[in-house]
């Protein structure tokens, strides 16, 4: 189905109705969790709601056919989650929903009870991308951000993703302000076109290879053993009134996520000792190439061959990111020739 999310969102509005998506999701904790099928132009056909957590997952599934038994088109589902954005959209990956468009124009964090950013954060970000189709929509307010984040809008890429703005006059566009409180704010707000633009490079260090992705670790949570964070990331400083405890304490309790100090790389043995040869880590690059001596490290013959693992892949989230990794790898392997 196509489909739209709406983190942060409120209450659904009846002018959605006009939204030309099939599935609409609402994620607010202030909201009410509920399932709601409404055929085009008319009040609900069914509406569940005081949807309990245990069993949510199966509950969703089995409304996720009903339009089937109507004409296709005519019957549209609303579903609005009342949980915080990240419990959401773990709930989606769950449900195995792909999104079409991403809206977010107003995230409580002045006031609303917003306790982190979720548009500007990388970390956040990541794990939602494994939702996003390889082309989405994304409704955002710019402005509505402090300078500290300006910098994320203004770029040519996004998350890894290929960028264009859009106007009124293309097909895919979606007015912005019809999302603010009460329609009133015209004016407001951007819409992207964002387009998947993934690369990979390959390396190999004696018995090790490694592999520098352009893509969230969460895109290959389920073929990756250890997912590695290193603890400057998980501890550093974001600035502002924005906490990110919640956020961060949410993803390193994930199942196969680590905290990791890049400073000390054995730290990476003794995760990993449980483990069978063959098994694939994942690390965010982040800093790890700032310090050619951890590169140095990974990849003497000392310490593979005390690795239980053969291959680790670094995720960048930012062309920035990705090409300077690419070029501290590049330059290692100029100077270490045996690398090979």
């Known amino acids: 189905m196509k489909t739209l999310l709406y983190l942060a969102s409120g209450p659904y509005k009846r002018h959605y109705d006009a939204l030309p998506y099939e599935l609409l999701v609402l994620v607010d904790k202030d909201i009410q969790t509920r399932i709601t099928l409404r055929r085009q132009g008319q009040n609900s056909i069914e509406r569940i709601g005081n949807l309990p957590k245990n069993g949510l997952v199966e509950i969703i599934k089995s409304y996720m056919h009903r339009p089937g038994e109507y004409p296709r ?23 195995e929903i792909k999104i079409d468009a991403l809206v977010s124009v107003n995230e409580g964090l002045s006031e609303g009870g917003g306790e982190y950013p979720l548009l500007p954060s990388g970390l956040v970000m ?23 984040f300006q910098g994320v809008f203004q770029r040519s890429t996004m998350w890894g993703y290929q960028k264009s703005e859009l106007n009124a006059l293309d097909d895919d566009y979606i007015l912005p302000s019809q999302f603010s409180e009460n329609g009133l704010h015209q004016g407001i707000g951007k819409v992207f076109m964002l387009s998947q633009n993934p690369e ?24 990756l053993d250890v997912l590695a964070f290193p603890l400057d990331v998980l501890s550093g400083n974001w600035g502002g009134a924005f906490n990110m405890r919640r956020a961060i304490e949410f993803l390193i309790s994930r199942e196969k996520v680590s905290p990791l100090d890049y ?22 690059a982040h800093s790890f190439f700032d310090n050619v001596e951890r590169l140095r490290c990974l990849t003497s013959r000392s310490f593979t061959e ?23 790898l590049d330059d290692f392997l100029a100077e270490e020739p045996l690398a090979f």
């Open 73 to 95: 088109g005519e019957v549209r589902i609303i579903l609005e989650l009342g949980m915080d954005a990240l419990e959401g959209i773990e709930l989606l990956r769950k449900l």
């Open 126 to 148: 990541g794990y939602v991308l494994p939702l996003f189709r390889k082309n989405l929509i994304l409704v955002c307010d710019p402005s509505y951000y402090t300078s500290q």
């Open 200 to 223: 990979c490079r390959r390396y190999r260090f004696n018995k090790l290879n490694v592999l520098l992705i352009k893509d969230s670790i969460w895109c290959d949570y389920d073929s």
């Open 263 to 284: 400073s000390n790389l054995h730290d990476l043995l003794a995760v990993t000792e449980r483990l069978k040869a063959n098994k694939i880590i994942g690390l965010l």
């Open 306 to 328: 005390r690795a239980s693992f053969q291959e680790v892949r670094f995720y960048c989230l930012t062309e920035r990111e990705y090409e300077q990794s690419r070029r501290a």
